[in-house]
Structures are given as structure tokens and as C-alpha cells.
């Protein structure tokens, strides 16, 4: 993934906050945490640019300019455990590994964002204090679709801390499956702060989220 320009407002989105046809079946948790149909605008999205982000209709909208990133967090609630659902349709326009749409998720320390990207390749990118890392260095997965207004479901699965007298040890392990295949399994240290978002690098294009589920893991 090539590097990419942090703007002022994503910077104080992440530091200042810390931001299918059928989505429902594919979060496999017990209890519903959060559902946002998009219908109307949340409040703890706090949209701050319009020209960014649009929420109405069933969909959350997101533009970047070329060579930036936007960070949309969810400010609700945090999710120590999870099971997160959404479903993407990416910009029509010539396939890219730089255009990603995605899930984000704050690891303690830095953001980690889980991507699809309009080549077929996916991966999941870290950002620390302005410094990009590769947890998960961009690849190709067949199990994404890649024809001009696809829709690929993103479920990204983690556990929660273990309490202060359990005696088991945390559990890293973070799973990624597209499209009800598994992607890859890395690790992210578990935290109880661990806030949520929609991560998005569009270069002038929009992307498209719909049916967002969270439920308990």
C-alpha cells in the first residue's frame, strides 16, 4: 500500500474522540450490540464535512480527495468483543490497490483498518501517530467480487479482555472474512476502549456502506 497524506481532521477525529443482501445473518454473535441501516443520521458519527460524508436512504456515503484518507468513528459506544458486519460497494472506475473501503478499528495504540480494495486484493493497514504499518500487507483473495457494482460483505471478529481475575490469557487474534470466507487471522493486543469506524481511501470517487451490524463475540 503506498503512503497516503493524514489530514487535520482525521487527526482530530481519532485522538479528540478516541473515530449483503441479508447483513443480519452474517455477524454470528448471540446479542445485537449496534444496527445502523443508514437510514437516518446517528449523531455519534458526528459528520463533520458533508462533502465527505452523507448518511439517508440506507446508505452512508463517503468521498476522499486523491491521496487522502477519512476515518469515520463511531462514538456510541466501544466494543471489547465483537463480531462487525457491513456491507461495501465500491466506486466504479479503474481497479485499484490504493482505493479501500473498510472497517477500523482503535487497537489502544494506533488504528487498524481492515480494507477491500476495487483490485481484489484486500489487507489490513495500521496507523500509529502518523506512521503507516502492514499488519496484513495487501494480497488477492477470490473471494471478492469485482465487477462494477458488487457488493462485498466485511466481517471483522475479535475477543474481549479477559477481567482483572480471570486467569485465562487475552486472546490477539483478530479474524477477517469476506463475503462468509475467511480472509486472514492476525493478532491486535484485546482492549476495553476498542471504538469502531468506517475507513475509506476513495481517490474522488464515493464509496457506498450499507446494513452495518455489530453483535457480542
Known sequence: MSSKRVSRSLMTGVFFALVIASPALACKGSQTLL????TDEDPAWNIQDANAAQIGGGVLKVKTEP???YNLMYQGQNF?????CVDI???AGKPSSDIQGGIGFWTGRSWDFVYIAT???AGVSGLQEGNWT???????????????NSTNQLRVVWKAPPSANAKDAPDPSVIVFINDKQFIKFKAAPNANRAISIFTTSEGGTYQYKNLVVTAN
Not at 471489547?80 to 462487525?84: E, I, L, S, T
Open 67 to 69: 491521496g487522502r484518507i
Open 119 to 121: 483490485d481484489g486484493t
Open 80 to 84: 471489547p468483543g465483537a463480531d462487525v
Open 134 to 148: 502492514s499488519p496484513v500487507p495487501n494480497r488477492k483473495f477470490d473471494g471478492i467480487k469485482t465487477a462494477p
Open 35 to 38: 444496527r445502523d441501516d443508514f
Open 89 to 91: 460497494v465500491a466506486p
